[in-house]
């Protein structure tokens, strides 16, 4: 059973648009809530991460929204860029152990 | 600050053959994860060790999968006999304590034919 369940599965986005990738969790033990980016024949990467005491977190480009009550979270790409073309996993902690999303495949189109 | 180090980065064997993947987790690291990838499954946690000890095997497929890390600075993964179910990207992570983010390596893409 899937812990925690990412859509899209791909995703195609034109330069200089938003980019917008969602996921929603059940367990409300999970603490912490990472956003991993993952080029190919690369391990993936912490990219931006949240806490559920906080409805929003924005670093550069990247902001993870927070809905504690919905038990989902976003990540929404601003301005994306050909170089943000990657797989995105969203994460959910729960004590030592990270459940992670299906992946979101993103092309950001020149 | 090398990261965590993965070998081999390919590996293609037959099947029924041995298969071992090697980590070196990052100094000072005292948790260490292997995952694995399949575009089926996506990211699946097999095994995870705390301070060298393994804490949580229940995500090791059956018993032809083993892991151990004999020392801070070492793990392996073990497959034996392999088969072409287990053909996917397998990958270590290590990190701090519980409150930090996995570090992940560059991954073991195995192929078993």
């Known amino acids: 059973q899937q812990q925690v369940k990412q859509s899209p599965q791909s995703l195609i986005v034109q330069k200089g648009g938003i980019s917008i990738i969602n996921c929603a969790y059940e367990?409300?033990?999970?603490?912490?809530f990472p956003w991993y980016q993952q080029f190919p024949g690369k391990g993936p990467a912490l990219l931006i991460a949240i806490r559920p005491d906080v409805s929003e977190k924005k670093e550069g480009r990247f902001t993870i929204s927070f809905n504690k009550s919905a038990k989902q979270f976003s990540l929404h790409i601003m301005d994306s860029q050909p170089g943000d073309s990657a797989t995105y996993f969203c994460?959910?902690?729960?004590?030592?152990?990270?459940?992670f999303g299906t992946g979101t495949s993103l092309t950001v189109i020149p | 600050d090398a990261g965590v180090i993965q070998s081999p980065r390919h590996e293609v064997t037959e099947m029924g053959q041995e298969v071992t993947l090697r980590c070196k987790p990052i100094s000072g690291h005292d948790y260490l994860f292997w995952y694995r990838q399949t575009m089926m499954r996506g990211l699946e946690l097999l095994i995870y060790?705390?301070?060298?000890?393994?804490?949580?095997d229940s995500g090791m497929p059956e018993d032809r999968f083993s892991a151990k890390m004999p020392n801070a600075s070492f793990s392996t993964l073990k497959i034996q006999p392999s088969e072409p179910r287990d053909s996917a990207v397998y990958f270590c992570?290590?990190?701090?304590?519980?409150?930090?983010?996995?570090?992940f390596g560059n991954g073991t893409r195995l192929t078993v034919t």
């Open positions: 994460a959910a902690r729960s004590g030592n152990q990270f459940y």
């Open positions: 060790f705390n301070n060298n000890v393994p804490i949580d």
């Open positions: 367990n409300t033990a999970f603490d912490y």
């Open positions: 992570a290590s990190t701090t304590a519980p409150s930090s983010s996995l570090h």
